[in-house]
C-alpha cells in the first residue's frame, strides 16, 4: 500500500491543523494505521492509530483530549485533527500501515513520506 500525507503547516500555539494520509494501492482498509512524528534530534514515536474499521483508537497520553484520529475507508483516508496545539508538538508527522495493533513503529510495514507541522509560541 502507498500513503501519502499531507496537511502539515505553520500554526500558532493554540490553533489547529488536520492532517491526511490518503492510502493506495492494496485495500487500505484491510490495514491499522497510525500517525508518528519525530521532531529533531528525537526517537519516532506514536501519536495515535486506529484500527482496520475505525471503531478501535489509541492515544499518547502527550495528545490525548487535543488530537483525534478518524478514517474514511470509503475514500482511503484517514485524519488526524490536531487542535491545541503546543510548540513541543513540532515534528514531521508520517503516517503508515501495518497488520499489528501496536503502537511501535517497528510493526508498521508502509510509510508515508511525512509532512511537517511547525508550531510557534
Known amino acids: 500500500v502507498q500513503l501519502q500525507a499531507s496537511g502539515g503547516g505553520l500554526v500558532q500555539a493554540g490553533g489547529s491543523l488536520r492532517l491526511s494520509c490518503a492510502g493506495s494501492g492494496r485495500t487500505f482498509s484491510n490495514y491499522v494505521v497510525g500517525w508518528f512524528r519525530q521532531a529533531l534530534g528525537k526517537e519516532r514515536e506514536v501519536v495515535a492509530f486506529?484500527?482496520?474499521?475505525?471503531?478501535?483508537?489509541s492515544y499518547a497520553d502527550s495528545v490525548k483530549g487535543r488530537f483525534t484520529i478518524s478514517r474514511d475507508n470509503g475514500k482511503n483516508t484517514v485524519y488526524l485533527q490536531m487542535n491545541s496545539l503546543k510548540p513541543e508538538d513540532a515534528a514531521v508527522y508520517y503516517c503508515?500501515?501495518?497488520?499489528?495493533?501496536?503502537?511501535?513503529?517497528?510493526?508498521?510495514?508502509?510509510w508515508g513520506q511525512g509532512t511537517l507541522v511547525t508550531v510557534s509560541s
Open positions: 503508515a500501515a501495518g497488520t499489528n495493533w501496536n503502537s511501535h513503529y517497528r510493526y508498521y510495514d508502509y
Open positions: 486506529i484500527s482496520d474499521s475505525g471503531r478501535l483508537t
